[in-house]
């Protein structure tokens, strides 16, 4: 209010326009006004002069000048005041509409002064005749609880909108269920922030009675009547509501599971999904045989119709049919066929559609799916073409019978000399000689003979692996492994480590002939090779040799343990988390919802309090936001809606942004996984010495080889025990990621802080870059 | 539920935006701009970055953008973005950048009303057009009259119908229309046929009718132990979903359809079939590279229905290699034409007739390149309407209304087949 507003520019015709004395002049005005602030100007200045235009009888206008009320209460609250004669006014409209207008509008005001005039139009407007005012009246009550809980609690409107789900209207049922659970998450987030958080603890009073937030079993009653008479919106949340619900016993879980299966032909792919997620959870207090089998029969239509929506939904769907695949493997047995992928399917659903068929391929269908993937794997699109070369390896691996088919196709594709189809095969093939060893040597010198085209390093090891391995059926291994050995200083680490290991086998197994190739092969890694793990292995392969040849054989020849396709990619207690939470965003992405959500909302929440208290501020505080001041300077990534969040560089959270993208950049090298992963924990945290502490313990508990993504598991069993070292990831890949890989090799020397859990959890996380 | 939605248009800048919840600032939108529509490698139509979750659907050439910062339902927000779009176009027929800028108080209303503080609410598009008016829907009078009316049904058990619709004719129109999957193999082997279908009804009835619906549904047929009716007249239905209207309950115990319409147009059901499906054509395909610079087609039609029937717009979009130079066609009915910007030689055929069969001959040059990249045949992809044939086999038995009043009612009922893009045969060599 310091500065006299210039005389000329928009604001000052957009000004004139809004006092004029024509209505339309002034409603055209107001249409300018919300343009321009849509484009992002700030039009803060013609606050006075809008508000002025707030009593009129047309709903339009009307409107739009709420909409400009909500955008910049936050920044003028002291002339919200203003308006709130005329909001308090029209709350006793004769017109619902304009009642429920203005009670929607005024409780989404972030000014506090309106606030105190708010209580009781609220308490009114949740009691008015018409449902409509009552459905909009009961999600105010979540917006005040956001805003202020005291409220909430000092005026009883949790009650009230507990007696709300009693209601006559399914819809204010529907929105009284939604209000509550938003009210009980939020309420959850309350009291619990840490003690060592230095925030004031609200004062108790601010949340509500958890006992409100139980549902009994007359509650229940009336949720299942209004589930089948509300719009599909209220279904959703009433469906979540009845996820949150305890059965009592079995019966009122069967009774729950029946009243919601008709769900299931719901045209809303959220409402089938919802339902899903409803029955999954009770069928588990359901012991009824026939009862489970029919219920399982009746899930798997309406997910296979899924799979014909628009593809943004269908890959919604896929992703957790995938997740209830790995619980019932049985309830889409028949349909592969609808899984097949399109030409003109987007990329994301056609990876998706690949990794579901493989998890249904059986012997019945392996015929057809191999026909598919060969076709697949002429296409045009490298990533999904390698994940169809690396499907018909995982089809080997699952089905004993299809092995041998399987093989014969990725010959086939190995003919095509398509450079990355090649390089694919040869991987693939690897994992189905460690599966099967000693039956396909045949093909052994067809791979041979393509040695020069493999230029990826996992291709050329893969290679080496199977020349070591079967060095003594290979005529001219040592040749072979000879010219690795030219290239030795240039090649990768993974591929150095392969070719000493396997000319040492070639050595135990055809010692005569290869006492030369093994001497240059150790000189070569303990002098000239600069990664450690290399050079370790050169010298325990070179005293073992040299100290106990027999010993040396049985390490480094020793028995293998057998692989196996995982039949889950998370472990089965994420599994059963996510399966509560069907059609969430966790079930999407396939982690816990904390791994990604953070406690994002609750500092949000916190830093409003704080801002709304400025005297709670203690030193603490202050020193925060003197660190916040520093880094805030107009900061575009800052996007954890809190402004006063302290962020540790701009790098810093670019690197998050691509960290946790989903699809980012999968080529990127393990290393940057990493760090991208623990800084994407630093941002999420609030507290900077939690940040600290969250970068140690991540970064010693991922060891930097675990960035394969588990479903593939024996990718990276180049080397079974006698590797001696390193390949302890591919081995948790095996066992279904149930307990983290033993810290040998982190940049830290932190021991673990973390639980066993999180462990798991943080390797998930990788797994999906 | 959702704390943000956004429109943006191509180059990123913001159309729309409105913040439902106070978890996140307006320069959120920046964010995706930089993040996704800069960014050619997204590849995932859910991006979370920090804690923010962003969920876009692209059309036309607008983003549509949903934001949450909690674990949303994740299906929930795509129907919403998607009954966005539904809602826009039945408002200003097209969804795309002018539309919007030139609609943007109307899509701030709409907004309004659909979602509150994240929560979608009501989306009848019957019931929003009865007090959300444009100067092309205008029923202000009704507003000013009775808005305690409309808020009661926008939130009542039938929010899809006001009670005092009258018409002087009752007529109620039917549409069957089936898209018709198919995915066939170089051999000439089914991948996969299947049928998704929809039916469309057109009520213009008096009062509050009720109506039960029948189908020649083999679950049906089958248990009135109506054995004499043979297993090939009816149909099996994999999977069916209705509107809201139709009484879920009810289809669950004895699946019978049975709802109280909403006025005028709507989609009654879907349903998915995939038993016994009648493919409408047949195609043969040789083609062949017999030197590098030449690909030969040999392209043979059959249309595979009833000869009294007629086929429409029947289009095929036949790929070329990525060096094709020119294309000479032969075809004995329609117009083949090369269209090198997309890759595909169109042959396009205004009519045929059922059990009619037509030819088309090509040769497609090819220019010389010094990587010779395998060319990797895309499928063959028809496009075709049918009228009064269902792929299926679905046939409506009959349309009942009741109501209190008694009056007559005229149905009709229509039948169409299409296929649109999903129609596709492997190219055999």
């Known amino acids: 209010m310091a500065m006299a507003p210039p005389r000329k520019g928009e604001n000052y015709e957009l000004r004139q326009q809004l006092n004029s004395e024509y209505r339309d002049k002034r409603a055209d005005a107001i249409k300018r006004v919300i343009a321009n602030h849509t484009i992002g100007k700030d039009c803060s200045g013609l606050f006075p002069d809008v508000v002025k235009n707030m009593q009129t009888d047309d709903l339009e206008q009307k409107k739009l000048v709420y909409l400009y009320l909500m955008n910049y209460a936050k920044t003028q609250p002291e002339l919200v005041i203003l308006a709130v004669n005329t909001f308090v006014k029209d709350t006793a409209d004769p017109n619902p509409l304009v009642r429920a207008l203005a009670i929607r509008t005024m409780s989404i005001l972030r000014a506090e002064k309106i606030l105190d005039y708010l209580a009781s139009p609220l308490s009114r407007c949740l009691k008015d005749d018409n449902p409509y005012v009552r459905k909009t009246a009961a999600l105010c009550v979540a917006k005040v609880f956001d805003l202020k809980p005291e409220l909430c609690i000092e005026y009883g409107f949790v009650e009230t909108l507990r007696d709300l789900i009693s209601d006559g209207n399914p819809m204010v049922v529907a929105n009284a269920v939604a209000a509550l659970a938003d009210i009980y998450e939020a309420s959850l987030n309350l009291p619990d922030s840490p003690p060592s958080d230095g925030t004031s603890t609200p004062p108790l009073s601010a949340k509500p009675n958890s006992e409100l937030f139980i549902i009994d079993g007359p509650t229940l009653t009336k949720l299942l009547v209004a589930l089948n008479e509300c719009s599909e919106w209220g279904r959703i949340a009433i469906l979540n509501t009845l996820a949150r619900y305890k059965a009592q016993d079995e019966k009122e879980s069967e009774h729950i599971c029946e009243r919601v299966i008709p769900q299931f032909q719901h045209v809303n792919a959220a409402v089938v999904l919802g339902a899903v997620k409803v029955i999954m959870i009770h069928m588990k207090a359901v012991t009824r045989e026939d009862l489970i089998k029919s219920l399982t029969r009746k899930m798997a239509p309406p997910l296979v119709t899924l799979i014909s929506s628009p593809p943004e939904v269908q890959w919604v769907a896929l992703r957790n049919i995938n997740l209830l695949l790995q619980k019932r493997p049985d309830i889409l047995a028949n349909e592969m066929r609808v899984f097949f992928c399109k030409y003109n399917d987007p990329p994301y659903v056609k990876v998706e559609k690949l990794d579901i068929m493989v998890r249904l391929a059986s012997e019945k269908n392996v015929d057809t799916l191999l026909g598919e993937l060969k076709e697949y794997a002429s296409e045009v699109d490298v990533d999904f073409v390698r994940k169809a070369v690396r499907a018909v390896g995982q089809v080997a691996i699952k089905i004993d019978e299809a092995a041998e088919r399987c093989v014969g196709v990725l010959m086939d594709l190995i003919e095509t000399r398509v450079s990355y189809v090649v390089q694919e095969a040869v991987i693939v093939i690897k994992d189905i000689f460690r599966k099967y060893p000693h039956s396909y040597e045949g093909i052994i010198p067809t791979l041979c003979s393509n040695l020069d085209e493999l230029d990826e390093p996992e291709a050329k090891a893969s290679l080496i692996w199977i020349i070591g391995e079967y060095a003594e059926k290979i005529e001219n291994a040592d040749e072979l492994l000879g010219t690795f050995l030219e290239t030795f200083k240039e090649e990768s680490y993974p591929v150095q480590l392969q070719t000493l290991t396997a000319i040492v086998k070639l050595f135990l197994k055809k010692p005569d002939e290869s006492q030369a190739i093994v001497q240059r092969v150790l000189q070569a890694a303990t002098k000239d090779c600069d990664s450690a793990d290399v050079r370790d292995r050169a010298y325990i392969y070179w005293r073992l040799l040299s100290s106990d040849p027999a010993a040396a054989k049985s390490v480094v020849l020793a028995v293998r343990p057998p692989i196996s396709l995982p039949q889950t990619t998370v472990s089965p207690a ?196 | ?181 198919l995915l066939m193999s170089k051999e000439g082997a089914v991948l996969r046929a299947d049928v998704d279908g929809q039916i469309l009804m057109r009520a213009y009835l008096s009062g509050t009718p009720e109506c039960k619906f029948g189908l020649n549904d083999k679950l049906v047929l089958q248990k009135r132990g109506n054995e004499t009716a043979k297993s090939d007249d009816a149909v099996e239905l994999d999977d069916c979903q209705f509107h809201q209207c139709v009484r879920l309950g009810k289809f669950d115990s004895d699946r019978s359809i049975s709802f109280i319409p909403p006025d005028g147009e709507f989609e009654l059901m879907r349903y998915r079939s995939t038993s016994n499906i009648n493919l409408p054509f047949r195609l043969q395909t040789h083609v062949t590279e017999p030197s590098k610079s030449r690909v030969e087609y040999t392209i043979h039609l059959k249309a595979n229905f009833d000869s009294k029937l007629n086929a429409n717009n029947v289009v095929l979009r036949i790929p070329t290699p990525l060096n094709t130079t020119g294309v000479q066609a032969k075809v004995g009915v329609g117009k083949a034409k090369y269209v090198p910007g997309e890759n595909v030689i169109i042959w396009k055929i205004p009519r045929i007739q059922g059990a009619q069969e037509c030819t088309l001959t090509a040769e497609a040059d090819l220019a010389a390149t010094t990587h010779r990249q395998a060319w990797s045949r895309p499928p063959i992809q028809l496009d075709f309407s049918v009228v009064m044939f269902t792929a299926s086999g679905l046939l409506v038995r009959f349309l009942k209304v009741f109501e209190k009043s008694g009056y007559q009612s005229v149905k009709w009922v229509r039948y169409l087949s299409k296929a649109n893009g999903s129609y596709q045969i492997r190219v055999s060599d």
């Open chain 1, 574 to 769: 994420i599994l059963d988390e996510l399966l509560n939470e069907v059609s969430s965003l966790a079930s999407v992405y396939h982690k816990p919802a904390a791994t990604f959500i953070g406690k994002g909302r609750l500092g949000a929440e916190e830093m409003q309090r704080r801002a709304l208290e400025p005297e709670e501020d203690n030193a603490r505080e202050k020193a925060l936001q003197t660190v916040v001041a520093g880094q805030q300077a107009e900061n575009l990534l800052d996007f954890d809606a809190d402004d006063d969040q302290p962020q540790p560089n701009t790098s810093a959270s670019s690197s998050n942004l691509q960290s946790l993208s989903m699809f980012g950049n999968s080529s990127s090298s393990t290393s940057n996984g990493i760090t991208s992963a623990t800084i994407s924990n630093v941002a999420k945290s609030t507290n900077p010495l939690d940040e600290l502490m969250d970068l140690f313990s991540t970064a010693s508990m991922n060891p930097p080889q675990s960035n394969h993504p588990p479903p593939i598991a024996p990718k990276s069993t180049v080397e079974g025990i006698q590797g001696l070292q390193d390949d302890h990831d591919a081995f948790a890949g095996l066992s279904g990621l149930s307990s983290p890989p033993t810290t040998i090799n982190s940049g830290s020397s932190n021991p673990p802080q973390q639980s066993n859990t999180t462990g798991g959890a943080q390797d998930d996380l990788l797994g999906l870059f």
């Open chain 2, 1 to 181: 539920m959702i704390s943000a939605f956004f429109i943006f248009n191509q180059k990123g800048e913001v159309l729309i935006s409105r913040l439902f919840r106070q978890d996140l600032k307006r320069s959120i939108s920046d964010v995706f701009r930089i993040q996704v529509i800069s960014n050619p490698d997204i590849r995932s139509p859910i991006i979370t970055l920090g804690s923010t979750s962003f969920f876009h659907v692209r059309i036309n050439n607008v983003y549509v953008v949903g934001v949450t910062k909690c674990n949303a339902s994740a299906a929930l927000v795509f129907e919403f973005l998607y009954r966005f779009i539904t809602i826009s176009r039945s408002y200003f027929s097209k969804l795309d950048e002018e539309s919007v800028k030139n609609n943007f108080v109307l899509i701030y209303e709409l907004l309004d009303e659909i979602i509150d503080f994240g929560f979608p609410q009501n989306s009848e598009i019957d019931t929003l057009k009865m007090y959300i008016t444009t100067e092309s829907i205008k029923s202000e009078m009704a507003v000013r009259e009775d808005s305690s009316k409309i808020t009661i049904q926008a939130t009542g058990a039938t929010s899809w119908r006001r009670s005092d619709v009258k018409y002087r004719k009752n007529e109620a129109f039917v549409d069957v229309i089936e898209t018709v999957n």
